[in-house]
């Protein structure tokens, strides 16, 4: 059976924290950004560091699987 979990919240983490998408944190004129689209390397590190301790805490943490196959 394959474990479809890591790919799902993978994907969800990514939209949803891809720097100047929807939130750019820290911002590059105030401390929160909104809708941006610009990216810079601060917020590249901290976007990375977020994705990184909520995957980790979503998909080892709640110890969740989403099982699939046959």
Avoid: C, N, Q, Y
């Avoid at 929807?22 to 590249?44: C, M, N, Q, Y």
């Amino acid at each position: 059976m394959l474990d479809w979990a890591p790919v799902v919240v993978g994907l969800v983490l990514f939209v949803l924290l891809s720097p100047g998408l929807l939130i750019e944190l820290p911002g590059t004129h105030r401390w929160v950004d909104f809708g941006s689209l610009r990216v810079t390397g601060k917020s590249a590190t901290v976007h990375t560091l977020l994705f990184f301790t909520l995957f980790a805490v979503i998909t080892l943490g709640f110890d969740l699987h989403i099982l699939t196959g046959v």
